[in-house]
């Protein structure tokens, strides 16, 4: 069955960096769309960024454009989430997304939190 196992959440002050990784399985990961959202309470979840099965092309959020970089290695069925330049509102649990077979898989989150 499909599985996407993220990691790399955690704690970091304004202006740093975080890389969070979703390793997937259960399907052909590299002729599949790739996704980032994240949430928080209260909130809808919102897309933070895609990439095409291939990695050519990359879409982001205007709120993260410029400051996240979203990138995959078909070799190892996993793909990145690069994020630079922190801020607070960046805080949310983040989630890995794919469409496959009509039916949309999430991963459990990685949480994310941008404090002083």
């Known amino acids: 069955q499909v599985q996407l196992v993220e990691s790399g959440g955690g704690l970091v002050q304004p202006g740093g960096s975080l890389r969070l990784s979703c390793a997937a399985s259960g399907f052909f990961f590299s002729t599949y769309r790739m996704s980032w959202y994240r949430q928080t309470p209260g909130k809808e979840r919102e897309l933070v960024a895609g990439i095409t099965s291939t990695g050519r092309f990359t879409n982001y959020a205007g709120s993260v454009k410029g400051r996240f970089t979203i990138s995959r290695d078909n070799a190892k069925n996993t793909v990145y989430l690069q994020m630079n330049s922190l801020k607070p509102e960046d805080t949310a649990v983040y989630y890995c997304?794919?469409?496959?077979?009509?039916?949309?898989?999430w991963g459990q989150g990685t949480q994310v939190t941008v404090s002083s």
């Open positions: 997304n794919v469409a496959w077979g009509g039916t949309s898989y």
